[in-house]
């Protein structure tokens, strides 16, 4: 009965991810900062040489230095991961106190950097790469019911948001206040490098995410790949969905997940299907619906869209065009 009354009231959520910085145009890849003059070399590059040449990664400069010219999908993220795990791919036999004190500085040093690199790019930001990102945010301002945005990026979204009362909650800190946080999950890591755990940070705060999707009526996502640090988030609202009981048509939530491409639709699915998720169920149990920004049939499915926010709007609602 709670959960009714609540989606009556058209609770609303809006997430997105990095996909949603790069059809803004903005090059936010954790591939393009490791290739950018922001990326940090602290050490001289013999002693980089040495350490490449004999693969003793007591050093994480190092170690991230020989991944991101490796790597064609550098991921930071999960490059800290593997270094830092208990028998990860870090020195951990050969590192002391002062290498790990050291790496923890590089660590920090690679936050700063990189909060300096997305500061550059937000600076930059010239026009919409894709036309359908300008077309969802119109959409989510003029249906008046978005109440709550919650961003897995760094960066700050059009002032058309704040404008309209639409609450932007950066889940990893934004450059707006250099609370940029980079970093993993909770997940078993050697002594020392508890620095890397996201809640570590200093400007890691609560969010209500989880209530936010369990209430809503619509749930728009918009280019995020769901991968083994982020979907955590998701977890619970998930398999709550297809371990719970039948849900009725009238009460089904639409959740509506915007992508590239086919390729990037079927990577998410995987995706889904390795953290346990029976995909047959979860259509089942809501109005779920990919929209690739780069397929024939985009047009289509974001006019349906495009009507649907449009006809459950706020009465009185003004409209907004976001240029």
Known sequence: MQINIARNMQNNVFIVGNGFDLALGLPTKYSEFAHSDYWPVSEDAAERRDYLLQ?????????????????????????LYKYAQEKGLGGAHN?????????????????????????????????????VARDVLEAIVNNGFFNSMYSFNYTELPPI?????????????????????????????????????????????SHDLYNALSFANEIV????????????????????LVDGESTKEENKQYITIFTKDDNSRMAILRQLRKMGIN????????????????????????????ERLEKNSAPKNPQYNVI
Do not use: P
């Open 55 to 79: 693969k003793k990664y007591t050093s994480l400069e190092a170690y991230l230095d020989d991944r991101r010219n490796l790597e064609t999908w550098f991921d930071l993220e999960q490059e």
């Open 95 to 131: 590192e002391n106190a002062d290498d790990i004190k050291r790496n923890i500085e590089y660590f920090y040093l690679l936050q700063t950097k990189l909060c300096e690199y997305i500061r550059s790019v937000q600076n930059n930001f010239r026009k919409f790469h894709y036309d």
């Open 161 to 205: 948001l704040d404008h309209n009362n639409i609450e932007c909650i950066h889940l990893h800190g934004s450059i707006k206040d250099n609370s940029v946080i980079l970093g993993v999950d909770e997940k078993k890591l050697r002594e020392g490098y508890e620095a890397f755990m996201k809640a570590s940070s200093k400007h890691y705060k």
């Open 221 to 240: 996502i918009f280019g995020l790949s769901f991968g083994d640090i982020d979907y955590s988030y998701f977890d619970r609202f998930f398999k709550g």
């Open 279 to 306: 995909m047959q169920r979860l259509y089942a149990q809501s109005k779920l619906e990919f929209i690739c920004v780069e397929e024939d049939d985009t047009q289509d499915k974001m006019r349906a869209f495009k």
